[in-house]
């Protein structure tokens, strides 16, 4: 089996497993289905995804000390789930699908890599970049359409990620006075996971 046999045969594993849980997520939330699951709202969720994301890291620093990914796979799995949950609660309520929720990251990906899928070099980005830090009036219209500088690609040149988002940001600057009171809420729902866990120990 050649390489690009084998990578396709593991995408067509992952895609059905994809579709198993995601199968499974909406047994569990069918009205047959589980009493827990189907009580869930997206704001009941929110313990369970922070701890999720939380022992992600812990299943990362598991494979650093030991090697063993098992953990890291478990949690990632969980953390997978949370998605789904949510992806599911959305259709139900006819807000959003699961299909929006991944086309909307992987045009996030590409809009943010124009050096990968575009035609706009690191170069070019760390020069529009400067530029922008003496002009308030470039805007990121200016920068999708391209003014001519730096076509060569110089990988030497690190992207400056923070600078591609901060362009996507302009407009949503609002949105910044949710994200902090997320970060405190985050803290206050680490701190009951970890006193749970301790009274688990």
């Known amino acids: 089996m050649t390489q690009n046999n084998a990578g396709n045969k593991s995408g067509d594993e992952a895609v059905q497993a ?3 849980l995601r199968e499974t997520v909406a047994r569990l939330r069918a009205e047959d289905g589980c009493p827990w699951d189907r009580a869930q709202t997206h704001e009941t969720l929110k313990p369970e995804c922070v701890e999720e994301a939380a022992e992600v890291i812990c299943g990362i620093n598991i494979l650093r000390e030991t090697g063993s990914p ?3 796979i478990e949690e990632l799995g969980d953390l997978l789930l ?3 949950m949510h992806a599911q609660i959305g259709e ?3 807000l959003f699908s699961l299909s929006q929720v ?3 990251v992987n045009e996030k990906m590409v809009r943010r890599h124009p050096h990968v899928f575009g035609d706009k070099s690191l170069e070019y980005i760390r020069k529009l970049k400067e530029k922008n830090r003496t002009s308030s009036e470039q805007t990121e219209q200016e920068y999708a359409a391209g003014t001519g500088l730096g ?4 990988t030497s040149v690190p992207a400056d990620w923070k600078y591609i988002k901060s362009l996507e ?3 949503r600057e609002w949105e910044e006075e949710y994200l902090f009171r997320a970060f405190d809420e985050s803290a206050k ?8 866990k301790r009274k688990k120990a």
Request: proline fraction near 0%; hydrophobic fraction near 35%; charged fraction near 35%.
């Open 189 to 196: 729902l680490i701190e009951v996971a970890r006193e749970r």
């Open 102 to 104: 991944i086309s909307c």
């Open 18 to 20: 994809f579709i198993e």
């Open 82 to 84: 949370q998605v789904l």
């Open 70 to 72: 098992d953990s890291l």
């Open 92 to 94: 139900e309520e006819g």
């Open 169 to 171: 940001k302009q407009g």
């Open 151 to 154: 076509q060569e690609a110089d």
